[in-house]
């Protein structure tokens, strides 16, 4: 069998249920699977990178087969970086499926060498989007059943840290 080392990339600002249960699927099928966190320089995350790394890092402590890093610049020189043969992504509905497409075949041009799986999310998961998330949590909503509890201690801390000041 062939050795995988899959990257996982996202924002995971923050991570949610969607997230760990592809990041669970898919470390029983890789050897070892990279948490890759985008760095964000244009879009203004809720959540630094040490932050979103602590949420995941909390969730994942159960898989052996883990890893957690950073990366800004291009996904493909990070895959290459961290040694990894794969890029796994998830798709939820019809909607994501173009931009993944798209997001596959320019990593496939740039870097053959890494090829992109998809999974498909859970259909309770299908729906769960981080911006989604951060919207309920704004207007006051409960997400416990989105996000890991300490993902939504994190939240409420958060905007009613924003809230006072
Ligand atoms: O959680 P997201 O926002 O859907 O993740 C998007 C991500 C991080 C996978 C994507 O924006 C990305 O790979 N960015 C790095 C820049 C890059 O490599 N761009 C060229 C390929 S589209």
Redesign the pocket.
Known sequence: MPHIVAIF????DPLTNGHLDLIARGSRLVDRLVVAI?KNTQKQPLFTVEERAEMVREATGEFSNIEIGSFD????DYAAERGANAILRGIRAISDYESEL??AL??RRLRPESETLFLMAREEYSFISSRMIKEIVTLGGDVSSFVPEHVADRLRAKFSAKKVN
């Open positions: 990339p996202g924002s995971f985008l610049g291009l996904l493909v798209q997001m320019i990593n």
